[in-house]
């Protein structure tokens, strides 16, 4: 039995030690009342970011490394700068020896970096005195991933250089580019989609067929739910937002028949794919469940038929320029994906084997068809999403297709696995205690490790949001606020014994504008939650467009903040996914759902008179602005309440299309697991019949619901 340490550190140095790792000490709750952060806690997430603190001698050494950390090195690991600024960055060397610093840009292109007068004294750090230069990039760089360069005496090194855009224009700019001065979308759940050719669930051509529609409506963009990709088979997680991976998309997504190869099937595959559609599309019509794991599974055993088809030789070296282009993120999710069809979540292979070792390569070697299939599969995803954002784009739509981005992975995904050496383990992001949830939220996700993502030079997180920002005129970024900091919950304690740890976000953010700018796409944060006023402001000035829901926005009495007050550069909405449908919303569903759940902590009375208070003053707006007849019936409420939203000068106005049908259901309970089938509704009417894409065009509640927000707009 292992001895327990004797000499505890004490509270105050273990907060001096957090402090310089960018660990919150403290945190306002959500009821304004500023709360200290264990030593237990901080001790616990200290580990998690590699330091031990478990003892005061390890204190003491771990507070007096970070002092000499940056002095070990030669150049910063990652250095980033505004467009048309200059920066100062350190430069360590023996004391006294002479330095060379430059830059080499994107293009080749080398620029000298300049050195400055500042002086600091050397300093003693393993036995060798220690001198510190401070150079600055020059003015004119342009934007991109650039390489810092030093050479010195015996020794030289690199550092990633990052010059990002001062402001990103494209939401900024959206009614220039788009000819109006405010424009609407629609906010879907695909999954829960269907048309008269779906295998069950919602696909790409689904997507392309909804664009079109909306598209010829007036709509300018549909933003999506995320298309992460989840397990290789099933069974699949139901969830969009706990995935495997956050770079890669679902199979689960793509129309067999559009795939080129799919014509050219023998007599005999093509019975077999015939019979499993079939199969597949025999639950079209069911209103009760997505049938996800059904579908998948019909669905990839259609898929393997397929890809045994030869790609002739010009599509052959479009998926090889494909995988190339990729690169290894692609290859080592293949690779996951091929081990984890034979190895289940809890096999110790996760834990023994690495990406990048001897037994990674045997492996490689042996599922090398498998990997071929899995990279397959991203290829022709990729394939039909590009046609699904140009069919959104000759449909009208000035901004197309917009995706939404999760916060994060599954503890035991493909990315836990592929980026550890980029993640904290022992670590899992959730929230702290609210209103809502007074134990506070465990989410599970392993987080981004600060110091590590910035050794990586941030390739992890540009990766990811080039892949998703290949064919999309814009990206949602759920928990926005995460680029700032997260909620970290050591694995092992309550969701509330958590801390704040905190991200480079001038980084991050700079980061997510300049690929939004190379991919000319616009950036929605999901702002909403627990925040320090500057963060907001901050995000605006970075030219990143905020969340707005019409239930959510208060003035400073608490009552509902007129429209006309919402900020412009937002994209505001009646709901969001976490919240019932607005029809179900205005029958109360919500609170009936809880009630049986018991999730409430009021009476059913309680919550029924402050939600009709709610309700009332809402509906009080309306009608101070003749939007609401006194004897309007459910359908005119909900376009009412969409010719209010429209009164916002908000850039974007998201219409949801489960308020265009009249579902009521809501697709995601927060506070439930198996209690209730979050993101397994389908989209149905009020009968309970599902509705399918093709009768859009002619179903008169949603043509009505997208003429009264078109003409609100105009």
């Not at 500042?118 to 600055?136: C, H, L, M, S």
């Not at 009630?595 to 939600?611: F, K, N, P, S």
């Not at 219409?655 to 259901?665: P, S």
Request: glycine letters at 8%.
């Amino acid at each position: 039995m292992s001895e327990q340490p004797t000499d505890e550190p004490s509270l105050d140095r273990l907060q001096v030690l957090a402090a310089a790792h960018g660990v919150g000490i403290d945190f306002w709750s959500f009821y304004g009342q500023l709360q200290q952060v264990s030593a237990q806690t901080l001790v616990r997430v200290l580990q998690s970011l590699g330091v031990d603190a478990s003892t005061g001698q390890a204190c003491e050494q771990a507070i007096a490394d970070r002092e000499d950390e940056p002095w070990r090195r030669l150049l910063p690991p990652t250095i980033v700068v505004r467009e048309g600024d200059s920066v100062s960055f350190p430069v360590h060397v023996a004391d006294g020896d002479p330095v060379r610093v430059w830059i080499v840009d994107e293009s080749g292109q080398e620029w000298p970096a300049y050195q400055g007068d500042q002086w600091t004294p050397p300093r003693e750090v393993d036995g060798v005195r220690v001198g510190r230069a401070t150079f600055w990039t020059p003015a004119g760089l342009p934007l991109g991933w650039h390489v810092v360069r030093a050479q010195t005496e015996g020794r030289q090194g690199e550092a990633t250089l990052v010059v990002v855009p001062r402001t990103l224009r494209t939401g900024i700019d959206l009614p220039q580019r788009v000819g109006r001065a405010r424009t609407w979308g629609l906010m879907v759940q695909l999954y829960s989609v269907r048309s008269q050719r779906s295998w069950g669930v919602g696909d790409i051509e689904d997507l392309a067929d909804l664009a079109a529609i909306t598209g010829e409506a007036g709509a300018d963009w549909i933003l999506v739910n995320p298309l992460h990709a989840a397990e290789p088979a099933p069974p699949m997680e139901a969830s969009p937002y706990l995935p495997t991976t956050r770079r890669f998309f679902s199979p689960l997504y793509l129309r067999v028949e559009a795939i080129p190869e799919a014509v050219l099937l023998d007599t005999a595959a093509r019975r077999s794919v015939s019979r499993l559609w079939i199969g597949a599309t025999a639950r079209n019509r069911d209103a009760e469940d997505v049938p996800r794991d059904a579908a998948y599974a019909a669905k990839l055993a259609a898929l393997e038929l397929v890809h045994a088809v030869p790609l002739s030789p010009g599509r052959a070296r479009r998926f090889a320029a494909f995988r190339a282009g990729q690169g290894r993120g692609l290859e080592d999710f293949a690779l996951w994906c091929a081990l984890r069809e034979q190895h289940p979540q809890d096999d110790p292979l996760w834990e023994t084997c690495s990406p990048w070792g001897e037994e990674a390569d045997g492996w490689r070697e042996q599922l090398r068809e498998r990997i071929d299939f899995h990279c397959w599969l991203q290829w022709v995803l990729d394939e039909q999403l590009a046609q699904a954002q140009e069919t959104a784009r000759i449909s009208g739509m000035g901004v197309g297709i917009v995706h939404d981005l999760a916060v994060g992975v599954h503890p035991l995904g493909a990315d836990a696995w592929t980026l550890r050496g980029v993640l904290a383990p022992g670590a899992e992001v959730g929230a702290p205690p609210d209103m809502y949830n007074q134990q506070g939220q465990n989410w599970s996700q392993p987080p981004w490790h600060p110091g590590r993502l910035a050794e990586a030079g941030y390739a992890p997180f540009r990766d990811m949001l080039r892949t998703i920002l290949r064919h999309a005129g814009g990206i949602r970024v759920d928990h926005v606020l995460g680029l700032f900091r997260l909620w970290w919950v050591p694995v092992g304690m309550p969701a509330d014994q958590g801390a704040y740890v905190y991200y480079d976000h001038e980084a991050l953010v700079g980061i997510l504008c300049l690929e939004a700018q190379r991919a000319g796409a616009v950036v929605i944060g999901e702002d909403l939650g627990t925040f320090e006023p500057w963060v907001r402001e901050f995000l605006a000035d970075r030219g990143l467009l905020g969340t707005s829901i019409l239930w959510f926005e208060y003035a400073a009495d608490h009552s509902p903040l007129p429209p006309e007050a919402y900020r412009r550069g937002c994209l505001a909405s009646v709901n969001t996914h976490d919240l019932p449908p607005t029809s179900g919303y205005l029958a109360g569903e919500h609170i009936a759902l809880r009630d049986r759940l018991g999730l409430l902590a009021r009476t059913v009375e309680q919550e029924r008179a402050a939600d009709a208070a709610e309700q009332a003053r809402i509906f009080a707006m309306c009608r101070e602005r003749g939007l609401l007849p006194d004897e309007a019936g459910e359908p005119e409420i909900v376009e009412a309440l969409y010719r209010l939203l429209a009164l916002a000068p908000a850039v974007m106005q998201g219409v949801a299309l489960v308020d265009a049908v009249g579902e009521r259901r809501i697709q995601n309970q927060p506070g439930t697991d198996k209690e209730y089938p979050n993101w397994r509704i389908p989209l149905a009417d009020p009968d309970g019949r599902v509705v399918f894409v093709e009768e859009l065009t002619t179903n008169e509640r949603a043509q009505s619901l997208f003429r009264a927000v078109r003409e609100a707009l105009a």
